[in-house]
């Protein structure tokens, strides 16, 4: 059980394209998914925290303009890269936690694969 | 600023031997701390999960232990096989409305046959 799927799992595309990477819970609800980037040899770093039904919760630094955010449904959660360059380049990795999971928000986060971009 | 050091950043190792993998966090405030493994292509799977209560968990040949006090922890990984090679990472939560984990950079490990 708990398994989160990312799809695609890499993508190569042009700068200036934008890129959508859908973030699924396949077998529990998660009001709250998370988004973290990481660089090679960089730790994990949170992006943005996805809630149901409400606008995303952006850490500092991050563009919320160009990293839009979608969390349309207790299974769903989608990152865009808009207008990509090759600085966004990175490893994309989605997160949800369960509802009603034994200890509550943040405590357990199920990750999906990733998502490898590559802008040309 | 919460900051989270794994040491050391490689670790190559034959079958069989009994290892250690080091975590440490600047501030000891934490809710609690996770070991991660991390696999190419394949996310994070989460090995342990201690609570800021408790000093240790264990799953098989896994063994985490927590201080706290000393903001470290290990992660003892006895009789090393081949497949145990991939990422681990640890991560820290502090709490908080926002589920943010604070990860290290990880360390890499090499079990060789």
């Known amino acids: 059980g708990a398994v989160v799927s990312q799809h695609p799992s890499w993508v190569i595309c042009k700068s200036g394209t934008s890129v959508k990477i859908e973030c699924r819970s396949l077998d529990f609800q998660a009001t709250t998914m998370f988004w973290y980037r990481q660089f090679p040899k960089q730790s994990l770093m949170l992006m943005a925290t996805s809630n149901e039904g409400s606008k995303a919760t952006y850490e500092q630094g991050v563009e919320k303009d160009k990293f839009l955010i979608n969390h349309a449904s207790l299974t769903l959660s989608t990152l865009t890269v808009t207008s990509a360059h090759p600085e966004d380049s990175s490893f994309y990795i989605c997160?949800?936690?369960?509802?009603?999971?034994?200890?509550?928000?943040?405590?357990?986060?199920?990750f999906g694969p990733g998502t490898r971009l590559l802008v040309l | 600023k919460q900051e989270v050091t794994q040491i050391p950043a490689a670790l190559s190792v034959p079958e069989g031997e009994n290892l250690v993998l080091n975590c440490s966090f600047t501030?000891?405030?934490?809710?609690?701390l996770q070991w991660f493994r991390q696999d190419p292509g394949k996310g994070l799977t989460s090995l342990l999960l201690i609570q800021s209560s408790q000093r240790e968990q264990t799953s098989g040949r896994l063994n985490a232990s927590l201080d706290k006090s000393s903001g470290r922890s290990t992660l003892y990984i006895a009789a090393s096989q081949p497949g145990d090679s991939a990422t681990y990472l640890c991560a820290v939560f502090y709490g908080g409305s926002q589920g943010n984990l604070i990860f290290g950079k990880g360390t890499k490990l090499s079990v060789k046959p």
């Open positions: 501030d000891s405030a934490i809710y609690n």
């Open positions: 997160s949800a936690t369960l509802i009603g999971g034994p200890y509550g928000i943040g405590e357990t986060q199920y």
